[in-house]
């Protein structure tokens, strides 16, 4: 089993910057996909951006060009950096870990952000 604990989400002025971590804690499958999720009210849940095992990052249209995610196998934590924030960027966000040996998904309990214009 696979815990996930995201940190840093909060409040932000549209414009501004906001970093979350995520810690993966219990048995880790070796080869996975860590990735970032976010729903806000109303809305499905969608992806934001993912980095697979090799370090390559893939990211929704929405984010692409103002959040960066990275991962650090060293300390289990994946990060999204998110820049020139936007208020259609306040959700809850959602950490996951995607195993690639069993296509089973991991996720954490959520952090909400908050961006005010």
């Known amino acids: 089993q696979v815990q996930l604990v995201e940190h840093g989400g909060g409040l932000a002025e549209a414009g501004g910057s906001l970093r979350l971590s995520c810690a993966a804690s219990?048995?880790?499958?070796?080869?996975?996909?860590l990735g970032w999720y976010r729903q806000a009210p109303g809305n499905q849940r969608e992806m934001v951006a993912f980095v697979d095992h090799n370090g390559t990052p893939t990211y929704s249209d929405s984010v692409k060009g103002r959040f960066s995610i990275s991962r650090s196998d060293a300390e289990n934590t994946v990060y999204l950096q998110m820049d020139s924030l936007e208020s259609e960027d306040t959700a809850v966000y959602y950490c996951?870990?995607?195993?690639?040996?069993?296509?089973?998904?991991?996720w954490g309990p959520g952090t909400q952000v908050t961006v005010s214009s």
């Open positions: 996951s870990l995607r195993s690639l040996s069993n296509d089973e998904i991991f």
């Open positions: 219990g048995y880790i499958p070796t080869f996975n996909t």
